[in-house]
Nanobody
Framework: QVQLVESGGGVVQPGGSLRVSCAAS????????MGWYRRAPGKERELVAH???????LYADSVKGRFTISRDNAKNTVYLQMNSLKPEDTAVYYC???????????????WGQGTQVTVSS
């Protein structure tokens, strides 16, 4: 059984910064891609950023140049540094990881419970 636990959300003013973290735990053999999605009020969940085990990254156009995704493979943890935050960044941010468990032959998507990020003046 895998758990993804996010932390670091909160309330910030426009132009401010936050770093959210997500730690995966369980009988993990390996993790391929890890990433962040978000769901803003009245909108569907959307991809924010992905990072693959080797370090390659993918960002949504709306966050390029402002957000940076990184990971610590030894700690099974992924981070999202969010700078120059805008009100439209307000959303619940969800951690996602594609994980192979010990004893399994198939990678499976796992999701965290989400952490609220609110950008408001």
């Amino acid at each position: 059984q895998v758990q993804l636990v996010e932390s670091g959300g909160g309330v910030v003013q426009p132009g401010g910064s936050l770093r959210v973290s997500c730690a995966a735990s369980g009988s993990i053999s390996s993790i391929n891609r890890m990433g962040w999605y978000r769901r803003a009020p009245g909108k569907e969940r959307e991809l924010v950023a992905h990072i693959f085990r080797g370090g390659d990254t993918l960002y949504a156009d709306s966050v390029k140049g402002r957000f940076t995704i990184s990971r610590d493979n030894a700690k099974n943890t992924v981070y999202l540094q969010m700078n120059s935050l805008k009100p439209e960044d307000t959303a619940v941010y969800y951690c996602n990881a594609y994980i192979l468990l010990f004893g399994s032959v198939r990678y499976t998507d796992y999701w965290g419970q989400g952490t609220q990020v609110t950008v408001s003046s």
